[in-house]
Each structure stands twice: as C-alpha cells, then as structure tokens.
C-alpha cells in the first residue's frame, strides 16, 4: 500500500531537485553568455593599457563604462567602447590639448613628452622655491643635463625676454649643457633673439609643441573621453 507521506516527501525531493536543476542550467547558461564578453573587456583593459598617456591622463570613465557594459550584458555597450579605442590611435594633439590640463598637469605633460624620447637617461619635475624657475630637469642617455623652464599660456599672452635669460641663469645654477622653454602660445622677438644669442637654449612655441606631440608616442587624454 502505498505510503502518502512517502510520496509526498519524494515529491518534494524532486521537485527541489529540479528548481536547483533549472537554477544550475540558468547559471551555465548566464555564464556561457558572459563569458564572451568579459573575454572582449579583457582586451579593451590590455589594449588601453598599451597606449602611452600623459601622467595626469585620467581613465576611470572608460572603466566606469566597461564595467557598466558588462554587467548589463551590453554587447552594444561595449561594441561602443571598442570603437573608442581603435580610433585612438587616429585622433591627433591639436592646441586646445595644450590649455584643457592645469598648469601642474602641462608641466607633467612636458616631462613626459621628453621621457617618450629614445635618448633620455631621466627625468624629474622640480618643485623646489630656489629653482630658478626650472620645472623640468633632463638627464640625456650621454650624460648631458637640460633644464626646462614650461609657461601655459592662452594664445595671444606671450613668453618675453625675462623668462629666456632666466633659464639661462639656471642652467648654470643646475650645472646644466643647455636649457629649454616651452610654452603652449608663442615668443616675443626679443625673447627669441635672446635665445639666439645663447649657445644651447631652445623654445617651443605652441605649434612646435604639438607638432613634437604629434611625432610622439603618446596619446592625448581626450581620445578616450566618453564624450568623443
């Protein structure tokens, strides 16, 4: 005779057996579908990490955005930031790149131009009051040492004579070979013929500079922007 409490409890048995079933088989699916995915995330985090950035360059948006993506499971999402990312590599410095970081940021932005150089042993940023209004100090692989005076101005304010003649005094303060201003507007002629007259000082106007930008490896913050 059969057993109703018997019956009752295999029932029940079996039918928590199938819930964890179908929850198992949601799971593999759900992971089968993710999988994909995170495989496509991992490549977006390799290839943005191959790319050569300026130090103050900030990418938690692109994160942000990665990780949005994947946890809705939105391949269009993240079809978006693939895109973003191979065109990186095509999208050039122009000026507005050399006014958009904070004085503090485009003297990092100098250094780091100069550490992307195949023939420079070190450079370091100067934050000391004596310094002779030096930002940037270069240790050439040869041993030769530059100093490099940075000035971020708005186009139309100029970089004059004074600031010339004072990174060449600091070049003998620093026991420097040469000495270096960079700005993101332009010279005056005075200043220009200041430096002329000096035996290794060189200027970067704001042209100059994006042009040796261009030339260089790094790429310019704004490639990556969500707002692109």
Do not use: H
Request: proline letters at 5%; charged letters at 30%.
């Amino acid at each position: 005779m059969a057993d109703p409490a018997r019956e009752a409890a295999v029932s029940a048995a079996s039918g928590s057996y199938d819930r964890a079933l179908d929850r198992s088989v949601a799971s593999v699916e759900a992971l089968a579908e993710a999988l994909p995915l995170a495989r496509r995330v991992d490549r977006l985090t390799a290839a943005v990490a191959s790319f050569r950035l300026p130090t103050y360059a900030e990418l938690d948006g692109l994160k942000r955005d990665a990780r949005k993506a994947f946890a809705a499971t939105d391949e269009r999402g993240i079809a978006r930031l693939e895109s973003r990312v191979e065109a990186a590599d095509e999208v050039a410095w122009g000026a507005p790149d050399l006014i958009e970081p904070t004085p503090e940021e485009f003297e990092d932005l100098v250094a780091d131009l100069w550490r992307s150089a195949a023939d420079i042993g070190d450079v370091a940023r100067t934050r000391r009051s004596d310094d002779g209004g030096v930002d940037v100090v270069v240790q050439f692989a040869d041993g030769r040492t530059e100093v490099i005076q940075v000035k971020q101005f708005a186009a139309g304010n100029t970089v004059g004579r004074p600031t010339v003649q004072q990174t060449e005094g600091a070049v003998s303060q620093f026991d420097a070979d040469a000495g270096a201003v960079v700005t993101s507007s332009s010279f005056t002629d005075p200043a220009r013929s200041a430096a002329a007259a000096y035996d290794a000082m060189r200027l970067f106007d704001g042209e100059r500079l994006v042009r040796a930008l261009r030339e260089s490896p790094l790429v310019p913050p704004r490639a990556l922007s969500p707002d692109r």
